[in-house]
């Protein structure tokens, strides 16, 4: 045997090597055993994956993408019998009051696929117009760094895939998802009910399978495998006015006791907003002596060029468009926080889910629309104008009105 032949036959037995190894670990991830996925941390080695085949990542690569599309076919087809099989309705009235579900009848479907359809158009739209621009709007999906990745979550057993957006029923959702991949369980059982698994566990990162995280257990296949999974599976996010979002995200972690975000933001904001140099090390000292950022304070910080020098904007007020990416993305489902309770009927309907749980109701004092009147009324116009500039995107890529009575004397 020649030097090239046997290089070839190596080339052939690591690809083959490859596959199988595929095949064993998207079994474990595509069937629902449970067990497997209570922890996420507790992955097969990446490092096997990227030596197998090394050379000729051109060719391998095309034989997987096929394969890997007929496999995750299968698995999702099988996963979807098991649950229609074993999973009971799951039904709590006394949590659901306050919403008709019954009302959601065939109008309110045909309704709702009109509204998608729109919000899609829209959003379609002006991904495609030139002449509307913002930042990174042309990257390509290769080109987004994994760790902005990081908000998209993974469903594997039901082919689901959510951008989560603080401060847009993102608790909820997050939950839905825990549910939905048995991700979390209870001694032993899979939570069932969105509702009873703790806030505390919802927020965690080991609760969740998202992007960013590929890179750790499939190696360089990451990409590939995520380009598969989008393009398979059911991707959706939830948006809200992004003025609204602001006030909302101020509300909760400025106005609210947060010891973290107190620290890590208001401290600094104080000192460069409110030009103070003696600021307590505690938010419970501060909100004793009544010291907090205005929300006047928060936009200065949000517009001070100075803020990202050093990290980017926390997620709680990163635009949608730097979260989830929807000019690379294409969404299937875009749902509006204004429109919640409509919308989580027809997605759960959509995943095929609804009859095993309902969306949690949201019992929060939520920030209403009509209230940005009176939150920005203080605010100097040319600030308001710079802010709408800042969020342009979100306003213009989900269809919400420019803001024209707080942009104008
Ligand atoms: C996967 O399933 C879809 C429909 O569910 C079908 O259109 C497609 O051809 C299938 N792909 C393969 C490779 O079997
Ligand atoms: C494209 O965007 C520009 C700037 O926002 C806008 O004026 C124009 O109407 C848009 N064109 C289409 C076809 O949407
Ligand atoms: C900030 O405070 C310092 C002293 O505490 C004072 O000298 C300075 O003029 C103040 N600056 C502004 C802009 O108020
Ligand atoms: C809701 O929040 C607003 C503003 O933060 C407050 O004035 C109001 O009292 C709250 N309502 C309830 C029921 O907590």
């Known amino acids: 045997m020649t030097k090239s032949q046997l290089f070839r036959l190596s080339v052939a037995v690591g690809s083959v090597f490859m596959i199988l190894l595929i095949i064993v670990y998207w079994d474990n991830v595509g069937t629902a055993h449970p067990y497997l996925h209570t922890s996420l941390s507790r992955s097969f080695s990446p490092q096997m994956l990227p030596n197998a085949a090394h050379s000729e990542e051109r060719t391998t690569l095309s034989d997987i993408d096929e394969f890997l599309d007929k496999f995750l076919n299968l698995s999702l087809a099988q996963n979807v019998q098991v649950i229609t099989q074993t999973e009971q309705p799951l039904v709590h009235e006394e949590r659901v009051r306050g919403f008709d579900w019954s009302s959601h009848d065939i109008k309110g479907k045909l309704d709702q696929e009109k509204v998608q359809a729109e919000r899609k158009r829209t959003l379609h739209q002006f991904c495609a117009n030139s002449s509307f621009s913002f930042p990174w709007k042309e990257r390509s999906f290769e080109d987004i760094?994994?760790?902005?990745?990081?908000?998209?979550?993974?469903?594997?057993?039901?082919?689901?895939?959510?951008?989560?957006?603080?401060?847009?029923?993102?608790?909820?959702?997050?939950?839905?998802?825990?549910?939905?991949?048995?991700?979390?369980?209870?001694?032993?059982?899979?939570?069932?009910?969105?509702?009873?698994?703790?806030?505390?566990?919802?927020?965690?990162?080991?609760?969740?399978?998202?992007?960013?995280?590929?890179?750790?257990?499939?190696g360089k296949f990451s990409r590939h495998l995520m380009k598969i999974k989008l393009k398979k599976y059911t991707k959706f996010l939830f948006v809200r006015d992004p003025f609204v979002r602001l006030i909302s995200a101020f509300r909760s972690k400025f106005e609210l006791e947060?010891?973290?975000?107190?620290?890590?933001?208001?401290?600094?904001?104080?000192?460069?907003?409110?030009?103070?140099?003696?600021?307590?090390?505690?938010?419970?000292?501060?909100?004793?002596?009544?010291?907090?950022?205005?929300?006047?304070?928060?936009?200065?910080?949000?517009?001070?060029?100075?803020?990202?020098?050093?990290?980017?904007?926390?997620?709680?007020?990163?635009?949608?468009?730097?979260?989830?990416?929807?000019?690379?993305i294409e969404y299937d489902f875009i749902g509006k926080l204004e429109t919640l309770d409509e919308d989580a009927v027809e997605l759960l309907r959509l995943l095929g889910v609804d009859k095993q749980f309902h969306f949690p109701p949201s019992y929060k004092n939520r920030t209403a629309s009509s209230w940005t009147e009176d939150w920005f009324a203080k605010i100097p116009l040319e600030w308001k104008q710079q802010l709408f500039k800042l969020y342009e995107a979100d306003f213009v890529l989900f269809g919400y009105s420019k803001p024209e009575n707080l942009l104008k004397d």
């Open 145 to 218: 760094p994994n760790r902005e990745l990081d908000h998209l979550i993974v469903d594997d057993r039901h082919g689901v895939i959510y951008c989560y957006v603080p401060k847009v029923a993102c608790t909820n959702w997050k939950r839905v998802m825990i549910v939905l991949s048995e991700s979390l369980s209870n001694q032993g059982i899979p939570y069932k009910d969105p509702l009873n698994i703790p806030r505390q566990d919802v927020h965690s990162p080991s609760s969740h399978l998202t992007f960013n995280k590929f890179w750790r257990r499939y």
């Open 258 to 328: 947060n010891d973290v975000f107190y620290r890590v933001f208001a401290v600094p904001i104080l000192k460069l907003y409110s030009n103070l140099s003696n600021v307590p090390a505690s938010v419970s000292k501060a909100f004793s002596v009544g010291m907090k950022p205005s929300f006047g304070e928060f936009i200065q910080y949000l517009l001070d060029p100075l803020t990202e020098k050093e990290r980017p904007f926390n997620e709680h007020w990163r635009q949608v468009y730097r979260l989830c990416h929807p000019c690379q």
